[in-house]
Structures are given as structure tokens and as C-alpha cells.
């Protein structure tokens, strides 16, 4: 409870405008409860981070490991499918990680290396989605190619989602996803995918962390 309550907040107001009350307040646990979790802001903010980094590897692998697609369209349906998250918000809320990339300035020293080594495991996902296009036998250069593709994927789409938020609006998203395929489609010498394909798959959930529960209990 206290960590969905923490991601929630932090993916709309940031971590250096949301304080130990306003997790109290947002889940009606006393502060004594919230201390024998966590023995800071600091750590909470750290869990958070896990927490939402977790989740969303599980959202990324249930799309770009979908071997039934080619690796374009595996993407663009991660893409379609995180605007209607955002969407189904108000765009009042992104990206948590990249959220917290924008405060870096601000943030505990350790966030910084938490937050470059989820990026880096992001980026990996979609460069091993983008190599199936090379599939069964990649050389060293379409390696070195799909690395830097997914690096500027992140680069692009973060930035896309914090203008969504801006101007809450989808179109920021939809903008980057076009110019991000047509570019990434000649450079992989493949097919662009037609449109985000409807699938009756969910994207995971959210689930109570144990050790929350018990503190709430």
C-alpha cells in the first residue's frame, strides 16, 4: 500500500515535492508504521524505484519478447499501449524513471546509479527486441546498431512523454513513434508496421509489496 501510494504520487508531483505526509495522508497508515519500513525518504524513494522498475520490465518483456510479431511492431504495441495508460490517467502521469531523471540534480547520490542501471536494462530490452530482425546470426555491426537504436529510443520516448504531460496530449507520442519507425525501419531494411495491433493481453499489474501489507495490517 505504502509503495503503490508512493509510485502514484511520484509520477505526479516528483520527489522532492512529495513528503513522508503526503504518503500518510494517501494511505491512512500512521507514521510509526511507515519508520518500521523504511528507515528514510531516501530508502522509501529507493523501493519505489525497484518497485516500478520490476513492474515495468514485466510490461516491456510481455510486448517486445512476442515472437509472433516482427520486432517493429512488437515496439510500436509497447508504444500504444503505455499512451493508453497515460491516457486512461489524465496524462497526469509518465514515466517514473525518467520523472525522477528530470530532478537528478536534487535526488540522493544513490538514486543516480539505480536509476542509469534500469535505463541501461531498458535499453538492452530493445535492443535484443530489435536484433531479431537480424535473427539467427546478428554480426558485430548490427549489434553495434541496434545498441545505439534503443539508446535513442529512450532518449526520444522519455522526452515524448514528459511533453504528453505538458500538453496533455497524445500527439508527442504519436509524433516520435512515427519519425522513430520510418528512421529505425530504413536503418534495419524492414517493413514499417502498419498500426498498434489490439491484443487481449494485459499488461501486468501492480502488486502489494509483502513487506507493505504487513506494515498495514
Known amino acids: 500500500m505504502l509503495v503503490r501510494a508512493g509510485v502514484g504520487l511520484l509520477t505526479e508531483k516528483g520527489f522532492s515535492s512529495t513528503c513522508v505526509d503526503d504518503v500518510l495522508n494517501a494511505t491512512g497508515i500512521s507514521k510509526g508504521s511507515f519508520y518500521y519500513c523504511f528507515s528514510s525518504k531516501e530508502e522509501f524513494g529507493q523501493a519505489l524505484i525497484e518497485y516500478y522498475a520490476a513492474y515495468f520490465n ?3 518483456d510481455l510486448w517486445l519478447t512476442d515472437r509472433t510479431e516482427p520486432p517493429l511492431q512488437r515496439l510500436l504495441n509497447f508504444m500504444h499501449d503505455a499512451k493508453a495508460g497515460m491516457q486512461r490517467h489524465g496524462f497526469r502521469r509518465g514515466c517514473l524513471i525518467g520523472n525522477l531523471s528530470q530532478e537528478i540534480d536534487t535526488l540522493p547520490d544513490s538514486f543516480n546509479g539505480q536509476l542509469l542501471a534500469i535505463m541501461r536494462e531498458w535499453e538492452q530490452r530493445v535492443a535484443t527486441c530489435l536484433l531479431d530482425s537480424f535473427a ?4 558485430a555491426g548490427q549489434k553495434r546498431l541496434c545498441t545505439a537504436l534503443a539508446r535513442y529510443f529512450w532518449i526520444g520516448w522519455e522526452g515524448a512523454v514528459l511533453h504528453a504531460r505538458m500538453t496533455h496530449d497524445a500527439a508527442p507520442l504519436e509524433l516520435f513513434a512515427s519519425f522513430y519507425l520510418a528512421q529505425t525501419a530504413q536503418q534495419l531494411g524492414v517493413s514499417l508496421p ?3 495491433r489490439p491484443s487481449p493481453r494485459v499488461s501486468p499489474a501492480r502488486p502489494a509489496p509483502e513487506k507493505t501489507v504487513q506494515a498495514a495490517n
Open 58 to 60: 514485466e510490461k516491456l
Open 136 to 139: 539467427p546470426h546478428p554480426t
Open 194 to 196: 502498419v498500426a498498434a
